[in-house]
């Protein structure tokens, strides 16, 4: 598979983890497609706010599931998050930092750009 994706800021869409491997095509981007109904476009920095926000959410990103590769995530990981997930957790005051060379413009039609710059970690 073959993507020409672009971030939020316009430029080549960068990788957002490779160990673990992330993006809803496991490819360690956080492309998306037609498949993709949950939008895994926002790539975030785990934080333990987080994690705990999205487990009592019903979300267990923790818990690793060796059967379909899935390593379990802890504060510091990067991993490609729902966009509308990251946007309830910003309302809630828990949003992760995000890496917006790494963040889908797709993630545009959820969270605005402003949003996404307050909890930047790739800002000069």
Known sequence: MIFDDRNVLGGKLA??????????????????????????????RMTREFLDFEREAGNDL????????????????????????????????????????ATHEETLAVIPLADLRRHALDLN
Do not use: I
Not at 19 to 38: A, I, K, L, M, Q
Not at 63 to 68: C, I, K, L, S, Y
């Open 62 to 101: 923790v818990t690793p599931v060796p059967e379909v590769g899935f390593p379990g995530l802890k504060p510091g990981d990067q991993w490609c998050v729902c966009a509308a997930r990251w946007r309830e957790a910003f309302e809630a005051g828990v949003a992760p930092p995000v890496v917006l060379q």
């Open 15 to 44: 990788p957002c983890s490779v160990s673990p491997r992330t993006g809803f095509y496991r490819d360690g981007c956080c492309n998306t497609g037609s498949e993709d109904v949950g939008m895994h476009v926002v790539c975030a």
